[in-house]
């Protein structure tokens, strides 16, 4: 029965001589086929790289490459724990605190300053906003880098987190995300309705603003984690090697190992087991998150 | 989405109100003033604060150490711009630059188009749409590091996937790391492999708001979907492409990770410097050699260079908002 009433407003077009050719939105073959290849390239590195590390390193180095998996992921999952120099278990801690804070961070510090720029009146609010706006365009921790270090040395944070965090903090894109959400979740007439009640800034923001921007904060908070996860450049300068981050940690691995593929395999495995996780519950939120603030841009 | 959004803010605002009322309004009237005029300043304080402190003053003392030459130990003599005199001399210096310009543009130009193709692509009807768009955007889950390890290893001379295959067209294995040409093709590949999805999705959404009638009238015309792809979408994506052009100069003029991992983790990017990009000359010259001084005049250099692109970039943004 479903499938009849599913199936019965689609029958016409496709058996319809005419307007199936005519129908811009109609996949060929060739639309099918070329999808599929893409698909193929978008996957098949990461599963190419757990097949190697269910492997050994026989398997690795054979002619043609082993293309399926074997048994071997745990005893190569304990083996990079275990690798002298590489801190693996300290650079997956370290990582997750640092994501967490920073992440956490980021969406306080965004949703007061979006709140602030979309629904409150103060003297220099858009030249501000602008200034965020173009610093967005500048990398500024790879800009600042040396006198970066030299400041944590000053101040005598090298090699702690504290350090790694605190530059992390600052993303005008974070701001600028939730000025835009701010402004389409939250009307202004809410804000100035609650003003009259006597409601204080702090109160409107906390009880009016972000419940309504929540779902903004959810994606900035996604995209926020999955980007200092991979953070590389400035956790690789400022922390020492016995204390890395993950993607530190890797190097190490890279470097101490280079022959002995399995275990980097194994180790990039491990690297990217939070990431799959928020990709696979947060997916939808991640393509909405991007495709909203896309058409925005 | 909006639905929730209102049902919270209206449970959320209702209480607060009659029992505000109730209070004599009296030594408020100082507070609420203040309230008004002080909290949003408070409320983007910590941004600013965190910005200023992070992002603007090592900016600034980057210039400052430039002109010096400043040495790890802290011993520092003024040397005006004989950093940047002896940095536009330097062939390492400008060998940099022509890896990362070349890099940046072999790996941004196919990415962009093929991006545009998998988009009209994904924008056709399909079935299983969620795990399709997921799927495109698989590879931002790993990281730049990861990739690079992946990738390096598909590119192994000796057991690489890559001169297997090339192998079985009759082609002797090729040393990737070797030549300028085939390591700029496998760190552009690595950079590729990982955004051509994500700004696929976002060509996609784009897309998505091009009037479905345009199409319809241009078949009944009868101009062929290639003609509808090239002279409707491409058009009306121009903002959009801009969008990821700027993005993607970003990316590519501070290329660290992949070259990096790929060239054994050392910062020389290869035995003749063959891939070694500006950041990397950077943090070489700052961190491994600790000419502080000499590394903060090629940060300044290359901020340059992004923020020229960025502006011209912005220009043409603006003059296509204007011609609209």
């Known amino acids: ?6 199936r019965a407003p689609r029958a016409p077009r496709p058996t319809g001589a005419g307007t199936s050719r005519l129908d811009p939105f109609r996949a060929t073959v060739l639309t099918k086929a070329s999808l599929g290849l893409a698909i193929f390239l978008s996957i098949f590195p990461i599963y190419w790289m757990i097949v190697i590390a269910t492997r050994t390193n026989e398997d690795a180095h054979s002619m043609p490459p082993p293309l399926l998996p074997a048994g071997n992921l745990g005893e190569n999952i304990r083996a990079v724990f275990e690798a002298e120099n590489a801190h693996f278990m300290t650079g997956i801690i370290n990582s997750i605190i640092i994501a967490c804070t920073v992440t956490i961070g980021i969406v306080i510090i965004s949703t007061l300053a979006g709140f602030a720029f979309a629904s409150l009146t103060f003297r220099g609010r858009n030249l501000l906003l602008l200034s965020v706006v173009l610093t967005m365009m500048v990398p ?21 987190l504290k350090a790694v965090i605190l530059p992390f903090l600052v993303n ?7 000025t835009q959400y701010t402004r389409q979740a939250v009307p202004r007439e809410l804000v100035e309705a609650a003003r009259v009640d006597g409601a204080s800034t702090l109160r409107i923001w906390w009880n009016v603003a972000v419940p ?36 530190v940690a890797l190097r190490a691995l890279n470097d101490r190992y280079s022959t002995n593929y399995v275990l980097i395999f194994a180790g990039t495995t491990v690297s990217i087991i939070p990431l799959l996780l928020v990709f696979v519950f947060f997916g939808r939120q991640i393509i909405g998150g991007l495709m909203e603030g896309a058409v925005k841009e | 989405m909006s639905l929730s959004v209102d049902a919270g803010s209206r449970t959320r ?11 004599p309004p009296g030594g408020r009237r100082f507070w609420s003033w203040l309230d008004l005029r002080a909290t949003p300043y408070l409320f983007v304080s910590p941004y600013f604060i965190l910005f200023a402190i992070f992002g603007v003053f090592p900016l600034i003392f980057t210039a400052w ?6 040495q790890l130990a802290g011993d520092k003599t003024f040397i005006g711009m004989e950093n940047y005199t002896e940095l536009l001399a330097d062939d390492k210096f400008w060998n940099s630059v022509l890896n990362t310009v070349g890099i940046f543009v072999i790996a941004t130009v196919p990415q962009l188009l093929l991006a545009l193709l998998l988009a009209n692509a994904l924008n056709k009807k399909l079935r299983g749409r969620l795990v399709l768009r997921l799927s495109v955007l698989a590879p931002l889950i790993t990281s730049v590091v990861a990739v690079a390890v992946v990738f390096t290893q598909l590119y192994g001379r000796d057991y690489g996937l890559v001169n297997w295959v090339l192998g079985a067209f009759g082609v002797d294995p090729i040393h990737w790391q070797n030549e300028k040409w085939s390591s700029w093709i496998a760190i552009a590949t690595m950079i590729d492999w990982r955004w051509t999805g994500y700004n696929a999705i976002i060509y996609l959404a784009a897309m998505q708001t091009i009037p479905k009638d345009l199409y319809e009238a241009a078949a009944i015309d009868g101009a062929s979907p290639r003609r509808q792809f090239w002279g409707i979408t491409v058009p009306l994506l121009k903002p959009t492409i801009i969008f990821t052009v700027i ?16 060239g054994a983790g050392l910062m020389t990017g290869g035995t003749t410097g063959q891939f070694q990009t500006v950041a990397m000359f950077i943090v070489k010259e700052g961190f491994r050699d600790f000419q502080y001084g000499y590394a903060a005049a090629a940060a300044w250099i290359l901020f340059l260079l992004i923020m020229i692109t960025a502006l011209i970039n912005f220009a043409i943004v603006r003059g296509i908002g204007r011609s609209r």
Not at chain 1, 141 to 158: H, K
Not at chain 1, 216 to 223: D, S, T, Y
Not at chain 2, 13 to 23: D, E, N, Q, S
């Open chain 1, 172 to 178: 005008g894109f974070g701001v600028f995300l939730m």
């Open chain 1, 1 to 6: 029965m479903t499938t009849i009433t599913h």
């Open chain 1, 140 to 160: 500024l921790q790879q800009m600042g880098i040396v006198p970066l270090y030299q400041m944590m040395v000053t101040l005598g944070w090298t090699n702690t």
């Open chain 2, 65 to 70: 150490v430039s002109l010096h030459d400043w």
């Open chain 2, 13 to 23: 605002t209702v209480p607060p109100g009659p029992r505000r009322h109730a209070r």
């Open chain 1, 212 to 247: 309504a921007v929540r779902p903004g904060m959810a994606v900035l908070a996604i995209q926020t984690f999955m980007l200092i996860w991979n953070e590389f450049l400035w956790p690789l300068i400022v922390l020492t090697p016995d204390n890395p981050t993950v993607q």
């Open chain 2, 247 to 262: 993005v993607s100069t970003i990316g590519g003029f501070t290329l660290f990770a992949e070259p990096v991992m790929f």
